[in-house]
C-alpha cells in the first residue's frame, strides 16, 4: 500500500508566503507524474500544479507566476513554494500521484493525499 502525506499548511496574511510538502512511503517502485489540487468550500477540487518525473511543471493560470511545484525524486517528494498569497487561495491542498508500487507485481495506480488546510487572511 502507498500513502501520501501533506505537511505545511497554515494561516498566512496576504501577500505571505507557504511552503507545502507531501512525501509518499509504502511499497514504491517509482512515481510518475505528481501535483497539487485545491478545493474551496462549496467548490469543485481544481488544479494547482503538475510536475513530471523528469521535472515539467504545467500551472493554472491562477497561480502561474506565483507558484512553483517541485519534487526530489530520492525522497519520494513533492513541495509547493506559494509565494504573494491572496484570500482567494484559501483551501484545502491535495497532493496526487501516480505510482508504480509492489502490490505484489507491480501495479500502476492513481493516489491522494488527506489533505492540508491553507487559510489565507485578508
Known amino acids: 500500500q502507498v500513502q501520501l502525506v501533506e505537511s505545511g499548511g497554515g494561516l498566512v496574511q496576504a501577500g505571505g508566503s507557504l511552503r507545502l510538502s507531501c512525501a509518499a512511503s509504502?511499497?514504491?517502485?517509482?512515481?510518475?507524474?505528481m501535483g497539487w489540487y485545491r478545493q474551496a468550500p462549496g467548490k469543485p477540487r481544481e488544479l494547482v500544479a503538475t510536475i513530471t518525473r523528469d521535472g515539467s511543471t504545467n500551472y493554472a493560470a491562477p497561480v502561474s507566476g506565483r507558484f512553483t511545484i517541485s519534487r526530489d525524486n530520492a525522497k519520494n517528494t513533492v513541495y509547493l513554494q506559494m509565494n504573494s498569497l491572496k484570500p482567494e487561495d484559501t483551501a484545502v491542498y491535495y497532493c496526487n500521484a501516480d505510482v508504480f508500487s509492489r502490490a505484489p507485481g507491480i501495479i500502476l495506480r492513481n493516489y491522494w493525499g488527506q489533505g492540508t488546510q491553507v487559510t489565507v487572511s485578508s
Open positions: 509504502g511499497s514504491i517502485v517509482s512515481i510518475n507524474n
